[in-house]
């Protein structure tokens, strides 16, 4: 299990590399045990890729740290729930899925407004480096203001409570009148 | 702000029961507190969206580098080039001479589904869900059907962007083109139904028009602006 804490540990420092070396390191072995599914190699690879982003939201959230099966067990559990759910809903083919867990978008949730939502996510674009580091920390990757004050040197957890609190306030003002 | 730390800890996930009883008396009894909850849980959104779009941009960007490095496929690409020049090299020097079409495929990129996450393996209930889960599955045929569904039911602006760029894809430039001129003008997003339009007179050749609409945009100062601002240069 070694490997398994290596890659885990690359996975939560949040990297590009990090995802990168995991997409690499599984995937000739998830298309091949893919393969037994009537799917074409390029929805498999688009398949695949989603499963390594889910693995690697999860990893940020904190929720592999207790994983008890290995990292790959993981992945490969995400993305053949993905396949049969792909598969059911184009009818091609009628599978059980009882034995495999849901995995819920936490972040889904109906009563967002989506025209707002586009506009933020054009304003976040716009905000400077460190407003947007701020924000994916908290916001996207679950990260409590303590672990975001000592990862970027603030000495201070005020200051940066009312760093996040500008960069929220500029995030209004970008998107006003949207 | 009032509350903040309430607000933290819920995003945090660190409220105590008792500040849980409190945060939620204080959603139902404080407008200002529930809009701005509200606004962080779309922020949220917005972020994740985000982030999921540049990762995946990431991950495809590998597959790319890799396939390009495999050997095999540069067979292909070789062979695909010889064919394409002994049958098509008629249609390539249009290409070539014609540079709108070959500007039309340098800058065309299908508009990220900023709207609706599709998570694969959550059943589409509803055309939303549906439409935006054919979009990200690259069914634009589909897409471009639902789409016009959901348009006709709730009169949604973006469902006429997503309709016309499902156009593009399908490589009906026409189409896109009267979609996207009913774009409203007031409603977000309406630079971008502004840029795919120009793209789709562009590749009709109808240059003037596209023109005019890359200037309206050029004037703006988001990054789209500058896009346009390039665009015209080279047009």
């Not at chain 2, 059943?123 to 054919?134: G, I, L, M």
């Not at chain 2, 774009?183 to 562009?202: E, I, N």
């Amino acid at each position: 299990m070694e490997k398994d804490s290596v890659l885990l540990d690359g996975l939560k420092s949040s990297s590009d590399r990090a995802i990168i070396r995991i997409y690499d390191a599984y995937k000739t072995d998830f298309i091949r045990f893919a393969a037994r599914y009537s799917l074409a190699s390029e929805e498999l690879l688009d398949i695949y890729q989603d499963a390594v982003i889910v693995l690697w939201e999860h990893a940020q959230q904190g929720r592999l740290d207790a994983l008890k099966s290995s990292v790959k067990t993981y992945l490969f559990s995400v993305g053949k729930y993905m396949i049969l759910t792909r598969l059911k809903k184009t009818a091609k083919q009628q599978v059980l899925t009882d034995d495999i867990a849901e995995i819920p978008d936490q972040l889904h949730d109906e009563n967002i407004h989506e025209e707002r939502v586009a506009s933020l996510r054009e304003g976040f674009q716009q905000l400077g480096d460190q407003c947007r580091t701020i924000l994916r920390l908290f916001y996207y990757e679950g990260k409590k203001l303590d672990e975001i004050q000592a990862r970027l040197g603030y000495t201070n957890k005020d200051v940066l409570k009312s760093q996040k609190s500008r960069c929220l306030k500029q995030l209004k003002e970008l998107t006003k009148g949207k | 702000m009032r509350h903040e730390a309430l607000i933290t800890g819920y995003f945090e996930g660190t409220l105590t029961a008792e500040q849980q009883r409190t945060f939620e008396q204080l959603i139902g009894a404080d407008a200002d507190f529930a809009r701005e909850v509200e606004f962080q849980r779309e922020v949220r959104q917005a972020i994740a969206l985000s982030e999921r779009a540049r990762l995946k941009q990431l991950l495809r960007n590998r597959e790319q580098k890799q396939h390009n490095a495999s050997p095999r496929l540069r067979w292909w690409i070789g062979a695909a080039a010889a064919v394409l020049l002994v049958v098509g090299g008629g249609t390539w020097l249009w290409l070539r001479t014609s540079s709108a079409p070959a500007l039309y495929a340098e800058y065309f990129q299908a508009y990220p589904n900023t709207v609706m996450p599709t998570v694969r393996g959550e059943p589409s209930e509803s055309t939303v869900q549906a439409a935006f889960q054919a979009y990200d599955q690259a069914d634009y045929a589909n897409a471009e059907k639902l789409f016009g569904k959901l348009y006709r039911d709730t009169q949604e602006p973006y469902s006429l962007l997503y309709r016309g760029v499902s156009f593009l894809e399908l490589g009906r430039f026409a189409d896109a083109d009267s979609v996207l001129a009913q774009y409203p003008t007031d409603a977000p997003l309406y630079a971008y139904a502004c840029w795919y339009r120009a793209l789709a007179l562009l590749r009709l050749d109808e240059r003037k028009q596209a023109r005019g609409l890359l200037e309206e945009l050029a004037q703006g100062r988001t990054t789209l602006g500058q896009t346009a601002h390039e665009l015209l240069s080279r047009l």
